[in-house]
């Protein structure tokens, strides 16, 4: 059996928009924001949130620098509230005493997916806006996944339950 390389293959048209938003926390490092912009362009994802001073840097995050809108607030706490007012759930990524493994969780479709800081993680006033918190298991050392491949995967699985939008 021989395979043929298909590079770039165009994307599959969504049946409906994606209603899921990325919000992240104070970054320390734009190439994070910028691998996290891609990862959300692949996945059809329309808007991130951020705060502080974020910059995407484009040849990172490629074609996700145009495809998705970079919205950038002073802090999330204001921005989640009016978004759970909109009906969405607001889902941190978090080790918490309480968090849901990500492979067993059920995602609304209308969800945020908020994102903490590479170092302390998700802060406690931001935690106070969470409806529920999902963690990625691990197998080894170190505890965690970097914050971009940490989003990419709980985008990826979002997409998993939701195909076609």
Same mark, same amino acid.
């Given at each position: 059996?021989?395979?043929?390389?298909?590079?770039? =293959?165009?994307? !599959?048209?969504?049946? %409906?928009?994606?209603?899921?938003? @990325?919000?992240?926390?104070?970054? #320390? $490092?734009?190439?994070?924001?910028?691998?996290?912009?891609?990862?959300?362009?692949?996945?059809?994802?329309?808007?991130?949130?951020?705060?502080?001073?974020? =910059?995407?840097? !484009?040849?990172?995050? %490629?074609?996700?620098?145009?495809? @998705?809108?970079?919205?950038?607030? #002073? $802090?999330?706490?204001?921005?989640?509230?009016?978004?759970?007012?909109?009906?969405?759930?607001?889902?941190?990524?978090?080790?918490?005493?309480?968090?849901?493994?990500?492979? !067993?969780?059920?995602?609304?479709?209308?969800?945020?997916? @908020?994102?903490?800081?590479?170092?302390?993680?998700?802060?406690?006033?931001?935690?106070?806006?969470?409806?529920?918190?999902?963690?990625?298991?691990?197998?080894?050392?170190?505890?965690?996944?970097?914050?971009?491949?940490?989003?990419?995967?709980?985008?990826?699985?979002?997409?998993?339950?939701?195909?076609?939008?």
């Amino acid at each position: 059996m021989r395979f043929v390389q298909q590079r770039h =293959r165009p994307p !599959q048209q969504l049946q %409906r928009p994606r209603e899921l938003l @990325v919000a992240c926390c104070p970054l #320390r $490092s734009n190439v994070n924001l910028s691998r996290i912009v891609r990862a959300a362009g692949v996945c059809g994802v329309p808007r991130v949130i951020c705060c502080g001073t974020a =910059r995407v840097i !484009q040849r990172i995050a %490629r074609d996700g620098a145009e495809t @998705v809108e970079l919205e950038v607030h #002073r $802090s999330l706490p204001p921005v989640l509230k009016r978004l759970r007012e909109q009906g969405y759930q607001i889902v941190g990524l978090e080790q918490t005493d309480r968090s849901e493994c990500l492979y !067993q969780f059920r995602f609304q479709r209308r969800t945020v997916l @908020v994102l903490g800081n590479e170092r302390q993680g998700i802060p406690e006033e931001v935690c106070r806006w969470l409806d529920r918190a999902v963690e990625i298991p691990v197998y080894g050392l170190p505890y965690s996944h970097n914050v971009a491949t940490a989003a990419a995967i709980a985008m990826y699985e979002y997409c998993r339950q939701f195909p076609l939008g």
